[in-house]
């Protein structure tokens, strides 16, 4: 039972341009979404979050956008950088839901020189 | 900055062995977690641990698993009788509220776990 997709499994993009990345949820009880990235061998790192009471969260080169009709949100990188290519997951959470956080199964981004 | 810190950063063990992970959560921190990533798989959450006790688990965490904060600052995964399916990179995370209240999840680098 996956709660959390990430259809693409993997994405190449050029530098200097946007990278965008997608994640879907199936349960509507989850009201704050979480973007990770992961480096091989390394743990995953907290880039920015979304509560279900914004559509729009941004930090620097980050965006992070939510569409809850469609159980949507997106990460969007804006320039790309080489530094950024590592497996990001989306991860959600819900108030009453439980202690854990539901990751995605990632997805791994590539940014060319 | 801050940071969850894991020991052993990779251990290998023989099948039937006992295996003990280690993690220093953030030090005001008060929710405690282990996730695993499986080769090739998703992360995943085995446990969550606040105020001395188990607040939810997965169906992966069955009886061959437990965990204990021993002292103030440790928090530790202990496999018993491991298997070869329990090769995995194990990641202990904090976080100082619970996963409910829009706070963030702090994960260590990860413990690498090898059965043989």
């Known amino acids: 039972d996956q709660q959390v997709k990430q259809n693409s499994p993997s994405l190449s993009v050029q530098e200097g341009r946007i990278s965008i990345l997608n994640c879907d949820y199936t349960?509507?009880?989850?009201?704050?979404f979480l973007w990770y990235k992961k480096y091989p061998a390394e743990g995953p790192t907290f880039l920015i979050s979304i509560s279900s009471i914004k559509d729009k969260n941004e930090d620097g080169r980050f965006t992070v956008f939510l569409n809850k009709s469609a159980k949507h949100l997106s990460l969007h990188i804006v320039p790309s950088q080489p530094g950024d290519s590592a497996v990001y997951f989306c991860a959600a959470s819900a108030n009453n839901y439980g202690q854990n956080f539901v990751f995605g199964p990632g997805t791994r981004l590539s940014v060319l020189p | 900055e801050p940071e969850v810190t894991q020991t052993p950063s990779h251990q290998v063990t023989q099948m039937g062995q006992e295996v003990i992970l280690r993690c220093v959560p953030i030090?005001?921190?008060?929710?405690f977690y282990w996730y695993r990533q499986i080769l090739g798989q998703k992360v995943e959450f085995l446990v969550s641990?606040?105020?001395?006790?188990?607040?939810?688990k997965s169906e992966i965490f069955d009886d061959q698993f437990s965990v204990e904060r021993p002292d103030g600052s440790n928090f530790t995964l202990k496999i018993r009788s491991t298997k070869l399916e329990d090769s995995a990179m194990y990641f202990c995370?904090?976080?100082?509220?619970?996963?409910?209240?829009?706070?963030?999840?702090?994960f260590g680098e990860g413990s690498w776990l090898t059965v043989v």
């Open positions: 641990f606040y105020n001395n006790e188990i607040s939810e």
């Open positions: 995370a904090s976080s100082g509220g619970g996963a409910y209240s829009g706070n963030t999840i702090y």
């Open positions: 030090s005001n921190h008060l929710y």
């Open positions: 349960n509507s009880m989850f009201d704050y």
